[in-house]
């Protein structure tokens, strides 16, 4: 069950965290791995990890804001049967201390990062008449989070796009769904702790797990695998859903 052999799969921000772990477990699944990062050297980091497992993998630096660049890429990797759009930022600000260059860039990565990717993958797809696209959308689409204005907005754009696309092209054979994960334990979270909480680190980091009902953050892992279902031809009858994978923070955090 959920094999990708012979599948070709592009993973935005693949060098690390969800990326990563989406793109190791697909390789392993038997899926030819395409990463499109900004940062070439991590996503060549991920090539290498799967490369040594036996898998197939391969890298390519764009700027996902970038259309052109976005389409050139696609180009050179030709045909494809999976899209998971992941490559995003975040953001900490309310609508009233979030600059008007900050909420620009959350918006270029985000929402028109992941349109430039629907943009240049759809056409190919629907000439296969076949393939699935993996949107990442966030909690923060539906719940309330504070201090998240602009991710919020980004992540509430990825939600509402994944509706739209998976009824345009429904017809076409292809199946349009995302993912919702609250909070997960990436680079990017120890990372920003350590930025803005330096000395507090393990306190933040226990108090940011317990946000979730269940006592902990997310895995990359746990992620990657509701990832792999979704693309999987198990899951082909399933379109045009978001799913949370959030510790019950949705549902149950009262």
Known sequence: MFSLKGKSAIITGGGSGIGKAISVLF????????IIELN???????????????????AYGCDVSNQEAVVNTFNQI???????????????????????????????????????????????????????????????????????????MSKGAIFAMTLSVARDYMA??????SISPARVH?????GFIA???????A???????????????????EVASL???LCSEEAGFITGNDYPLDGGFIKLNN
Request: proline fraction near 3%; charge should be negative.
């Open 203 to 221: 306190e933040v980091f226990e108090k940011l797990s317990k946000s979730q009902p269940v006592g902990r953050m997310g895995k990359p892992e």
């Open 172 to 177: 076409d054979g292809i199946r349009c769904n």
């Open 78 to 152: 030709g045909e494809i049967d999976i899209l998971v759009n992941n490559a995003g930022i975040a953001h900490i600000g309310k609508a009233d201390t979030t600059s008007e260059e900050d909420f620009t860039k959350v918006f270029n990565v985000n929402v028109k990062g992941a349109y430039n990717c629907l943009y240049a993958a759809i056409p190919a797809l629907k000439k296969s008449r076949s393939g699935v696209i993996l949107n990442m959308a966030s909690i923060a689409a539906v719940v309330g989070i504070t201090d998240r204005f602009a991710y919020s």
């Open 186 to 190: 990436t680079p990017f979270v120890d």
């Open 227 to 229: 990832a792999l279902y």
């Open 195 to 201: 930025k803005n909480y330096a000395g507090q680190e």
């Open 27 to 34: 390789a392993k699944q038997g899926a030819k791995v395409h």
């Open 40 to 58: 070439a050297d991590a996503a060549q980091q991920t090539v290498t990890e799967i490369e040594a497992e036996g898998g197939a993998a391969t």
